[in-house]
T-cell receptor, first 114, second 110 residues
């Protein structure tokens, strides 16, 4: 069982819908991440939160809106997505940002935009 | 030049074979190095960290050459269950943390 839990596992949404992806970890990690992964490609970093503050936004379109309500939770709010946004969205966490920390991934939320 | 480069494969090997994957990285200030394994439609999972002295975990051996900025993974006595994509991952010590190679696909054949 993964120590980073993501819900839902699968999500199908229309381009006008609003939905959210949720992520939870109880490892005491203070850095949390959202990645997007397309088929046969490595994960691409979207956002990094450190101590509940957004520290990195990799020029992600505003139709993706991250939120970190507390040190254990990370959300990704989705609105007016495009079909090309269909992908596996991976949440991850690690100890506070340094050069040595192992990053642990959740099982992902597979998103299909119709 | 990509920050982390891997041979994408695919590597198709028979059971019991020894297979080696290589990876190079461009940033000499990189701080830590990992091999992650990703099964089809699953999340990446840490296979092993890579240390300058080299390290071994059962059938898996990882090597790091900082002078050449080169990382390797050796799998001995391949099993069917080793079939996966192997991601070379480098932590450059920045807030972005991990930089991924494109992954090397391995299929172990019966």
């Amino acid at each position: 069982d993964t120590e980073v839990t993501q819900t839902p596992k699968h999500l199908v949404m229309g381009m006008t819908n609003k939905k959210s992806l949720k992520c939870e970890q109880h490892m005491g990690h203070r850095a949390m991440y959202w990645y997007k992964q397309k088929a046969k490609k490595p994960p691409e970093l979207m956002f990094v939160y450190s101590y509940e503050k957004l520290s990195i936004n990799e020029s992600v379109p505003s139709r993706f809106s991250p939120e970190c309500p507390n040190s254990s939770l990370l959300n990704l709010h989705l609105h007016a997505l495009q079909p090309e946004d269909s992908a596996l969205y991976l949440c991850a966490s690690s100890q506070p940002l340094s050069g040595a920390n192992v990053v642990t991934f959740g099982a992902g939320s597979r998103l299909t935009v119709l | 030049r990509k920050e982390v480069e891997q041979d994408p494969g695919p590597f198709n090997v028979p059971e019991g074979a020894t297979v080696a994957f290589n990876c190079t990285y461009s940033n000499s200030a990189s701080q830590s190095f990992f091999w992650y394994r990703q099964d089809c439609r699953k999340e990446p999972k840490l296979l092993m960290s890579v240390y300058s002295s080299g390290n071994e975990d059962g059938r898996f051996t990882a090597q790091l050459n900082r002078a050449s900025q080169y990382i390797s993974l050796l799998i001995r006595d391949s099993k069917l269950s080793d079939s996966a994509t192997y991601l070379c991952v480098v932590n450059m010590g920045s807030a972005r943390q991990l930089t991924f190679g494109s992954g090397t696909q391995l299929t172990v054949l019966p």
